[in-house]
């Protein structure tokens, strides 16, 4: 009897279907479950032995792997992507864990790019860097004009207020103007000495100078031309010398306060000893031709037009399109020009109070300070 003779009558005992059973084709179409089993040998030996009658048994076995394969995949897999799912609902509702509060703290950056006052203190941060660095030296910062009502007063006197400020030593303003300057009353302080009796009595202490000078509230020294309400009269570089000489020991930075003008000889001997200046003119377009006759002029005689920062100064609330034109004819030298803004209370010619100084005008001050300040540094 064949092998082929013996499976048939093994199923035929077994009540089983001959045409299905006994060819090889079904039995691998039932293996493809062994690789999923246990071990790859049974295959190999299933396919190179023929059947024995412990395999009958299997038989009936064919039903069972078909559904097995449907729940097993099933069951592991239906925990799977229950994690995917869960998270979908949660981005819709407002959340700490959604995307868009989690990309919130790169926007954070947004608010220090603002349009007002934030960004005018921040102007106001890098400009206080700049104004408390150390110096080698005691800075000397002339503040000049061609001619007076220009505001040269009012902006000498804010230079220097805005200096101490920013810096923990000491910063002396000093009215070199030989008339009736108003460089003290601007700043807001008063002295029965002056430069003349400074220059006199030649001291020798900090305390024998401190005599000499008058004080404002927040520390800032004043060193007057003449006695309050008495005119300076005649007032040469050399008596001038002699007087701001004894000063520089004792100070950081010296702002002057010069007189009208630039070709007499106490301002070309002030502008030849400055560390940097400050040219004060009208926020006009009359303003800005008189500026620019002296650059030119200041190119021609000294060597201070690197180390020169121009100041327009608005009299009147509506300066209207002249200031444009100003700063336009200015600025195509190459020199910094800062517009100052109308301000009430500079306008009113009082003694100046910082805290009802405008924010516009104020941080225009700082900025043209500042630049000063950096130009008188840069020199050794």
């Not at 007076?148 to 000093?174: E, M, P, Y």
Request: aromatic share 4%; glycine share 8%.
């Amino acid at each position: 009897m064949t092998d082929r003779d013996w499976q048939r009558a093994v199923l035929h005992d077994l009540g089983g279907l001959e045409s299905g059973l006994v060819a090889p084709s079904p039995r691998p179409a039932a293996l493809p479950a062994a690789p999923q089993v246990e071990s790859p040998w049974t295959a190999a030996l299933a396919a190179s032995q023929p059947p024995v009658p412990h395999p009958a048994p299997a038989v009936p076995q064919p039903p069972v792997p078909a559904p097995a394969p449907h729940p097993a995949p099933a069951s592991p897999r239906v925990p799977a992507p229950a994690p995917h799912p869960t998270p979908d609902p949660r981005p819709r509702e407002p959340s700490e864990n959604t995307p868009a509060q989690e990309s919130a703290p790169r926007r954070t950056p947004g608010p220090r790019r603002p349009v007002g006052p934030s960004s005018a203190a921040g102007e106001l941060e890098w400009v206080g860097a700049r104004l408390g660095a150390p110096v080698p030296s005691c800075r000397r910062i002339a503040v000049t004009s061609v001619r007076g009502g220009a505001g040269k007063s009012t902006v000498a006197a804010l230079v220097a207020g805005i200096i101490r400020r920013h810096r923990a030593d000491r910063v002396v303003a000093v009215d070199a103007d030989p008339g009736l300057g108003s460089l003290p009353l601007r700043a807001g302080a008063t002295s029965p000495s002056s430069l003349r009796h400074l220059a006199a009595a030649r001291p020798r202490s900090w305390e024998e100078t401190a005599a000499h000078l008058g004080r404002t509230d927040e520390g800032l020294y004043v060193l007057p031309a003449a006695p309050g309400g008495a005119v300076a009269g005649t007032l040469d570089h050399a008596l001038f010398q002699r007087g701001v000489g004894n000063l520089s020991r004792y100070f950081s930075t010296a702002v002057i306060d010069c007189g009208a003008g630039l070709s007499e000889d106490l301002q070309r001997g002030i502008l030849a000893e400055a560390h940097a200046q400050v040219f004060v003119t009208p926020g006009t377009v009359d303003g800005a031709l008189s500026a620019r006759a002296a650059v030119n002029w200041l190119a021609q005689n000294t060597g201070l037009l690197p180390r020169t920062v121009i100041a327009l100064v608005a009299h009147a609330p509506n300066p209207g399109t002249d200031v444009k034109r100003a700063v336009q004819m200015l600025s195509a030298g190459g020199l910094p020009v800062v517009y100052i803004p109308f301000d009430r209370h500079l306008a009113a010619g009082v003694s100046i109070t910082p805290e009802r100084v405008g924010a516009a005008a104020h941080t225009a001050a700082a900025r043209m300070t500042a630049a000063a300040f950096a130009r008188a540094l840069a020199v050794r």
